[in-house]
């Protein structure tokens, strides 16, 4: 029942922010921040109590929701999905503390979008009926929309109508999948079901598996983004408000990458297969892409966007090079890259918010006016880049270890995207933090408030760095039943 | 004709016998209020006595009328449809001079011929039926006859529906002269195998007279205008009751077995696939809020032959599902058109609805849901319905169609996305006067709205009277 409450008190504490907001702009920023603590709480609480279950599922909620199509509303959390649902709450606390003094226009709404959203992207993480996973995968997508419309910068409405049609586009396709999926199950079978446990092993043809695998991995690969998909993702980062930025980068590009962990390798193991080399060229492709893009940025939130790209590109990689080691370094390169490119997306506001601008070429010398926030800077920069003994190192890492057993040409291209991600991140420091303030900017260091933020971040980046076990462990058990599910059509085929 | 006869007809007599008690309301003493007063009493009664008919169904009555639980229920949806749009007409009426009282005399009239058509069996309470919509429609759309568009509209529906009413004529005639008869219950059973040229020339020539009421390509050239000069409840009438009446009639018209028939079954998917892509493509670019509407419309009913084409005994329930998704939606979306409308014209540009979310988010909330729902977003009935008719298409391997209109439905989210993102934009320097909501038609929109979210979310209960009702037509 605890997964419905997750949910149940975002949707609720987004209508109390909405209707509290005509007495007190404060009401709504403090009934979001207790709202997204309070799940953080309850997240942890499952986390830690997590060995008492039995089964796949540490916890799960499951009733009837639409008998006449097989619909249940059900609900489970494995430590895939709570792994995703701690980065959720975790970034969630961040958006609302972050949008404290930049939000001061139609601050209620706001709120309720933003609860909205990320009532949608934990429902994504805790779907496992296919109707319900679609059904949250298009709920995230309105109130994100309103985000960016409303409360975005320069070029809000072109960003969100591209952001929105590209998704839209691929949840579509994904959906005439998912029912042809429906119907594959129920000639094989004889029964109508949205389940995902039942779904697995559904036996079909393989030009129809490559088929439908093809319309997963459609939307996934939008959302994540894979190469030739990604063109929204710059002008949707780069345009949202600072907390969208924040849970774009740090949630919406996961639920991608969840995707294909949770349904498509699983779902299609075989087609998955065909499909690798295919996706471990993209995924290259991607890392090297963004690199380059990002090099040459002069904006600085686009180039912090184009890094996603590069980072994700790693996901990609681990996920299709489907072995533990880069299983689990994709899973640690989500978490990583959620935690510091949301960290230069919290900075990047909050100068936009004192200067007034995003050009790196009207920044320089930051560091003689601002030391704490430039040192916060250099530090998401040094872990964005993967120095050792932070998160995305782990993560990057044990992907690079992963796929070298795939390909081993693959992985000495892809290791080059590190050394180029040295280049993007370390003249993006030079360019706006060091060397003499030649435009004499004057800004305010950090606040309180903003160090609170850059201070969790960086914990969190160094415990993964240092100490990744408990994340690993967290993930075993649910790696182990999605390589079983992978397994098993395999090895059937072999007998 | 006996009293069971009656009993069972009895909802068609009440719309009838209302609309006689308005119009001497009228030669007594004229007053909207009272003219409204009796329509929504006259509707509530006619839905109340589809119960007592109810214990009565399946009953044919004299060869030309089914009143089965498939003609209950569509009977109902137009009912209840109409007597919304007389509450939002209310409104909208009172604002304006002169002699208001007889738009809702032709309003009872039309939706008479609505009830007669979905009961029709026969060509003709088939054609009967149709005049008498298409006849009060001439009037209602151009009620306001010295605003230059209504005359436009009400001259360019007059001509069309002339046309089209004479091709379905001739088409009825080259039918008869080939099987010899006019129920269409004997065509079903000659439909799918051998047919002659001269029946299949006859079955074409009825498809354009109802492809021209549904506004689907290629007889969809009234629709912008018309929707854009028609008075706003007009304009909802004409998008919902009148096209629901003409889908439920070609259910039963051509049931499944006809579309065995390669040819017929061509001609629909091209018009299917044709009205997707003109209605969505062509309402990008328009800048008028019913006009945009009028396109996507063009668009929906494109999608609702997808599965009308699919042919199995589900499509039945999946069409029905939609057009009631479609009717709530549009009711919304046209209502709220119709109650920010002033005394000097419809209130339709694009432009007028800037920052309408910070001036009036009540009612800017309840057009998002309806544009939401348009869109198919979950959450709505919109999303269901566009769900249950994939789901069929699916089921039949119909993948080319779904693509279409998957492909087609992106493009159509872009307008509504712009009609939203004008909602929520900035207000103007000046805006324009907004009314106030009356009552009533806060009533309406307000229920119509809960309604859509609510089945949107948990539609089991309508999904099972659906299914219970219309599931077995064929």
């Not at chain 1, 926030?373 to 270890?401: C, I, N, R, T, Y």
């Not at chain 2, 009796?38 to 030309?64: D, E, N």
């Amino acid at each position: 029942m605890i997964l419905v409450l997750l949910i149940g008190i975002l949707l609720l504490a987004g209508i109390l922010a909405g209707v509290t907001a005509r007495w007190s702009t404060r009401w709504p920023r403090w009934i979001s921040l207790a709202a997204v603590g309070l799940d953080l709480v309850l997240t942890a609480a499952i986390w830690t109590d997590r060995g008492s279950s039995a089964g796949p599922w540490f916890d799960e909620v499951d009733c009837s929701w639409v008998p006449g199509f097989g619909i249940h509303f059900h609900l489970a959390a494995d430590g895939l999905s709570l792994l995703m649902l701690i980065l959720t709450f975790f970034l969630g606390v961040i958006s609302v503390i972050t949008s404290w003094t930049e939000i001061t226009e139609r601050v209620g709404f706001f709120h309720f979008n933003l609860m909205w959203v990320l009532a949608g992207i934990a429902g994504v993480f805790l779907a496992v009926d296919l109707f319900l996973f679609y059904f949250a995968w298009e709920l995230m997508l309105v109130p994100m929309y309103f985000l960016i419309v409303i409360w975005g910068h320069e070029r809000r409405v072109y960003a969100a109508t591209k952001f929105f049609l590209f998704t839209q586009c691929g949840g579509l396709l994904m959906l005439i999948a998912i029912l042809a999926l429906y119907f594959v199950h129920h000639q094989a079978t004889g029964t109508y079901t949205f389940e995902y446990s039942e779904l697995l092993g559904t036996p079909m043809s393989p030009g129809v598996e490559l088929w439908l695998m093809l319309g997963f991995l459609v939307a996934f690969a939008v959302k994540l983004p894979v190469v030739p998909l990604h063109t929204w993702l710059p002008d949707a980062h780069t345009n949202a408000p600072t907390a969208g930025s924040v849970i774009l980068a740090g949630l919406l590009l996961k639920t991608g990458g969840y995707g294909l962990l949770r349904f498509v390798v699983p779902l299609f193991p075989r087609a998955a297969h065909e499909f690798t080399p295919a996706a471990l060229v993209l995924a290259v492709v991607g890392i090297l892409y963004g690199a380059m893009m990002a090099f040459s940025q002069t904006d600085l939130k686009r180039l912090v966007a184009y890094t996603s790209v590069s980072h994700l590109g790693f996901v990609l990689l681990g996920i299709f090079s489907w072995n533990p080691l880069a299983l689990q370094g994709a899973i640690v390169t989500m978490i990583c890259h959620g935690l510091s490119t949301g960290a230069l997306f919290v900075l990047a506001g909050g100068l936009q918010e004192r200067i007034h601008t995003r050009d790196l070429g009207r920044m320089g010398g930051i560091w003689t006016v601002a030391p704490r926030l430039s040192a916060a800077a250099l530090f998401f920069s040094l872990a964005s880049l993967g120095l050792p003994g932070m998160g995305d190192f782990v993560g990057e890492f044990l992907v690079l270890a992963g796929s070298y057993k795939v390909s081993i040409a693959l992985t000495v291209v892809a290791t080059l995207g590190i050394l180029a991600s040295t280049f993007y991140a370390l003249r993006m420091m030079q360019r706006a933090f060091f060397g003499p303030n030649t435009n004499s900017l004057q800004l305010a260091d950090l606040t309180p408030r903003e160090g609170l933020i850059v201070g969790a971040m960086v914990a969190g980046l160094l415990w993964v760095g240092l100490y990744p076990q408990p994340v690993l462990n967290t993930f075993a058990p649910a790696m182990d039943n999605l390589q079983r599910e992978v397994q098993a059509p395999a090895a059937t085929l072999r007998r | 004709m006996n009293v069971t006869d009656i009993l069972a007809l009895l909802p068609l007599l009440l719309i009838a016998s209302t609309s006689v008690a308005v119009m001497l309301g009228i030669a007594a003493r004229r007053s909207h209020a009272l003219a409204v007063g009796l329509t929504v009493a006259g509707l509530t009664a006619a839905f109340l006595s589809i119960f007592l008919a109810a214990p009565l169904i399946p009953r044919q009555v004299t060869s030309l009328l089914a009143i089965d639980s498939y003609a209950l229920f569509y009977m109902g949806l137009i009912i209840l449809s109409a007597a919304a749009i007389a509450v939002l007409s209310y409104q909208y009426f009172e604002k304006h001079d002169g002699q208001r009282e007889e738009l809702y005399l032709l309003l009872l009239l039309a939706t008479l011929g609505c009830a007669v058509l979905v009961a029709s069996v026969h060509f003709v309470s088939f054609l009967l039926g149709l005049e008498i919509l298409s006849v009060s429609l001439y009037a209602m759309v151009a009620y306001f006859r010295d605003r230059q568009h209504a005359l436009e509209a009400g001259i360019k529906y007059l001509i069309l529906a002339s046309a089209s009413a004479a091709f379905l004529l001739f088409g009825m005639a080259l039918i008869y002269a080939d099987t010899g008869t006019m129920a269409f219950s004997q065509l079903r059973e000659l439909s799918p195998g051998g047919s002659s040229l001269m029946l299949l020339a006859g079955i074409a020539l009825t498809v354009t007279g109802i492809g021209f009421k549904l506004g689907v390509v290629p007889f969809h050239l009234w629709t912008p205008d018309v929707y854009q000069g028609s008075p706003a409840p007009v304009t909802a009438f004409v998008a919902t009751t009148s096209k629901t009446a003409m889908v439920a009639l070609l259910l039963r018209y051509l049931p499944s077995g006809a579309l065995q028939n390669r040819p017929v079954f061509w001609v629909f998917g091209i018009i299917a696939i044709a009205s997707m892509c003109v209605g969505n493509l062509l309402a990008l670019r328009q800048a008028n809020v019913k006009r945009i509407l009028a396109y996507s419309s063009i668009a929906h009913f494109g999608y609702i032959l997808v599965a009308f084409l699919a042919g199995t005994s589900a499509a039945a329930s999946a069409v029905g599902f939609y057009l009631v998704a479609y009717t709530v939606t549009s009711l919304v979306a046209f209502g709220i058109v119709t109650v920010l409308s002033g005394r000097e014209g419809d209130l339709d540009a694009l432009e007028d609805y800037r920052g309408l979310f910070w001036r009036r988010p009540v009612i800017a909330g309840m057009f998002s849901v309806a544009l939401l729902s348009l869109a198919g977003i979950p959450a709505t009935m919109g999303f269901l319905g566009k769900f249950y008719v994939l789901t069929v298409a699916a089921a039949v391997s119909a993948w080319s169609l779904m693509l279409v209109l998957a492909i087609t439905s992106v493009a159509g989210l872009f307008y509504y996305l712009r009609i939203l993102m004008t909602l929520y934009s900035a207000p103007p320097e000046r805006p324009s006067l907004i009314p106030a909501l009356a009552q009533g038609s806060a009533l309406v929109l307000g229920v119509l709205t809960i309604f859509m979210v609510c089945f949107g979310i948990y539609p089991t209960p309508l999904l099972e009277l659906i299914r219970a009702m219309i599931g077995g037509l064929n």
